[in-house]
């Protein structure tokens, strides 16, 4: 079945720790996103990218960096220097259909121990 | 940038018909997107509307007025199913990205 995969479901960091978030598709899509939401708030967006190779900054890149070295992977690291990660992580893609459609993995809640 | 206003809460009885409206204000508009959240779950695209009017896909509708920068989304023949956290989105004003607003959460009682 086609679809966006994440691991973890839950991730712990310690303080001053770098993780790491996973997100796979096999829709075969040029893009690809990362969200953030907090409870009770909407998405925020991390950093997208349109193609290999290329990312750009969200509203709220600070403290956060990703790669995307193949179609199917856009990981995002959570630095040290993002001082409240505690959050749930929404990664999507889209492909070249209708402009407002992406589609969600199942997400990532990341807690700081 | 992009900003959208929506309002937070909605309650609604099974059966009835309850409307989300949604406000934006961007620079560049491409069209106006609907996703639907259940409480720890992934959002899940539910309509988009490029052109105004109103689109209509089974019990749930959507509408765009792009002169009122307004859009809404029609919930018809409410189910407890429906429970769930509603977003309005509208892409950047490259067009790359969708940005969203905060959500409305509508509960749905029997």
């Known amino acids: 079945d086609g679809g966006i995969t994440q691991s973890p479901k839950y991730l712990f960091r310690k303080e001053g720790q770098n993780v790491t978030l996973s997100c796979e598709q096999n829709l075969n899509h040029d893009a690809m996103y990362w969200y953030r939401q907090d409870p009770g708030q909407g998405l925020r967006l991390i950093y997208y990218s349109q193609i290999v190779n290329d990312f750009q900054k969200g509203d709220i890149a600070e403290g956060y960096s990703v790669s995307r070295e193949k179609k199917e992977s856009f990981p995002l690291t959570v630095t040290s220097a993002q001082k409240n990660p505690t959050a749930f992580y929404l990664c999507?893609?889209?492909?070249?259909?209708?402009?407002?459609?992406?589609?969600f993995g199942p997400g990532t809640r990341l807690l700081v121990l | 940038g992009q900003s959208l206003e929506q309002p937070s809460e909605v309650t609604a009885v099974e059966g009835a018909i309850v409307q989300i409206n949604c406000t934006y204000q961007?620079?560049?508009?491409?069209?106006l997107s609907w996703y639907q959240q259940h409480d720890g779950g992934a959002p899940t695209f539910l309509s988009y509307?490029?052109?105004?009017g109103l689109e209509e896909t089974g019990r749930f509708s959507s509408f765009l007025s792009r002169s009122d920068s307004y859009g809404y989304l029609l919930l018809q023949e409410l189910q407890m199913k429906d429970s769930a956290s509603y977003f309005c989105?509208?892409?950047?004003?490259?067009?790359?990205?969708?940005?969203f607003g905060k959500g409305t959460t509508l509960s749905v009682s029997s």
């Open positions: 989105a509208v892409l950047n004003q490259a067009g790359t990205a969708l940005i």
């Open positions: 961007t620079s560049g508009f491409y069209g």
């Open positions: 999507a893609s889209r492909g070249q259909g209708t402009p407002g459609t992406q589609y």
């Open positions: 509307n490029g052109l105004d």
